[in-house]
């Protein structure tokens, strides 16, 4: 790569080439600093209900306190946390930061073979769960490492109002299926626990990890990348330097409807916006389209972080339109590619840009930004941020000349420590001076600007979540009537990609419908195919290899049944 970086020319007024990552120790050090600095101000807000940033603090330390001195787990421990986003959220996760164990991010959507995988792979002590999903915990729990389980409802840090919420989602909307996990300790008595014991002060440094953030990397299988304290600080400064030009300090409204448990809303809303002071409102089923609208109206936000399904969604909701957008000065999109049509239409209805940004979770995540000044939508993920070199490279690992097509290869203080127990995998992405292979396929301009072009490997994007063929494809072999089976991702327009299946039938009896609820059973949401095909045969390689490009590729594939 040449010496130049162009980008650095083109950075918006004030962003700095080089971010400090020693200013901070750890993510806790940041914190602490910010629970001290905006003591009164509200951090986080949920139904309704707010809790101060001193409230968080005090919480925080409590469930740190239960960790080590009732659970007697150490520094490095695993904690895993299965919730949407609700005041526990916050509360458990900097809590686990602060007695300086490593918190494994859990997808509350996860089937049993899901989480059973993540628990066991993690080695996972402890688990955090709400109620609504602590029956799938009940499948697994026996065949894991975790002793230790927090249950707790969406209702319970609400007071009064809590109760009523509880009794709802269990009784009347039947949201809770029943479970027995009698070790469970309830949240709040956990919290009371703590409050009676000191609370730890574990030393951290950059090098110590503070969390497994699980991802399937370049294969299948879900593998866990190690950010460690100082990948994390790294990305908030990087992400703060960036977009701190156009924030006030103690007066941002962000609005987080992407949970917290994916990478970007985790370091974008989660953590830069505890550095300034803001305030967090939790969004916990952004899929109530109306109810979200609803909040929107009510929160003179000036600030929203989504996936592109998340913004046409609220486009084509009846109600947004007259919502007051006054304060809203910074639309940021990631996770997934921002449609050109929806960032122009985002921008015609609420008059604020929508800033495409790109990263991966490997990256903490944030790795490339669009200048938050941008007139309009320019199809680019950005130029790379403060510390972080790209580059794009040939087959043969070889720096490509501007605007040629090749790898994006990113280096930076952000980028993981490598997979959690896989030093296979990690040889596989990471070199030994650092490059991170991002396996998409890019090209940069003569400014610095860079544009996806296309995906190295075959892993779908759904509403800004991976979804890994070679995992699909293994789940449905299981099923006895398969014989064979390709797994591809398909234009969507809800979701930016669908799964579809190609499936050759072991059982001549076998239905679509079948198939259909077999993968109910065995995946969340995002991951189900949305269309199945069935086939006489699918292409292969010469080793017998399913291509699934020429699948990809076919532009009236023949359906040899429903």
Known sequence: ?????????????????????????????????????????????????????????????????????????????????????????????????????????????????????????????????????????????????????????????????????????????????????????????????????????PSLTHQDIAFLQYTGGTTGVAKGAMLTHGNMVANMMQAGAWIGANLTEEREIVITALPL?????????????????????????????????????????????????????????????????????????????????????????????????????????????????????????????????????SEDNQPLAIGEVGELMVHGPQVMKGYWQRPDETAKVLTDDGWLHTGDIAKMDENGYVYIVDRKKDMILVSGFNVYPNEIEDTVMKHPGVAEVAAIGVPDEHSGEAVKLFVVRKDPNLTIDELKQFCRENFTGYKRPKSIEFRDALPKSNVGKILRRELRDEKKPSAVAG
């Not at 792979?121 to 009940?138: E, P």
């Not at 989504?306 to 990631?334: A, K, M, Q």
Request: aromatic share 8%.
């Open 1 to 201: 790569m040449s010496n130049q970086r162009p980008w650095l020319s083109h950075y918006p007024d004030g962003v700095p080439a080089q971010i400090d990552i020693n200013q901070y120790a750890s993510v806790v050090a940041v914190l602490e600093e910010s629970f001290q600095r905006y003591r009164e101000r509200d951090a986080f807000s949920s139904f309704g209900k707010r809790l101060s940033y001193g409230e968080i603090d005090t919480l925080s330390a409590q469930f740190a306190a239960y960790l080590t001195g009732e659970l007697k787990l150490a520094k490095g421990d695993r904690v895993a946390i299965m919730l949407p986003n609700i005041l526990q959220y916050p509360i458990a996760l900097f809590g686990a930061l602060r007695a300086g164990m490593v918190v494994v991010n859990t997808n509350p959507m996860y089937t049993a073979r899901e989480l059973k995988h993540q628990l066991e792979d993690s080695g996972a002590a402890a688990i955090v769960v709400l109620d609504n999903f602590a029956a799938t915990l009940q499948q697994v729990v026996a065949e894991t490492h975790v002793k230790h389980i927090v249950t707790t409802g969406i209702g319970d840090l609400l007071g009064l109002k809590g109760v009523a919420v509880n009794f709802v989602l269990k009784h009347v909307k039947k949201m809770v299926p029943s479970y027995s996990l009698p070790q469970a300790v309830r949240f709040k008595d956990a919290l009371a626990t703590g409050a009676k014991q000191a609370a730890p002060k």
């Open 261 to 393: 448990y994916h990478i970007f809303s985790l370091t974008a809303n989660g953590l830069v916006f505890m550095r300034l002071g803001g305030l967090n409102i939790l969004i916990t089923n952004p899929r109530d389209m109306p109810a979200f609208v609803k909040e929107l109206r009510n929160s003179h936000f000036s600030v929203i972080t989504g996936v592109n399904t998340l913004f046409n969604g609220l486009l084509n909701t009846p109600g947004f339109e007259s919502v007051d957008f006054s304060n809203l000065h910074l639309s940021l999109g990631g996770g997934m590619a921002v449609q050109r049509a929806v960032a122009e239409r985002w921008k015609k209805v609420t008059g604020c840009t929508l800033a495409e940004a790109y990263g991966l979770t490997e990256t903490s995540p944030a790795a490339c930004i669009n200048p938050l000044d941008l007139k309009e939508y320019n199809g680019s993920i950005g130029l790379p941020i403060s510390s972080t070199d790209v580059a794009i490279w």
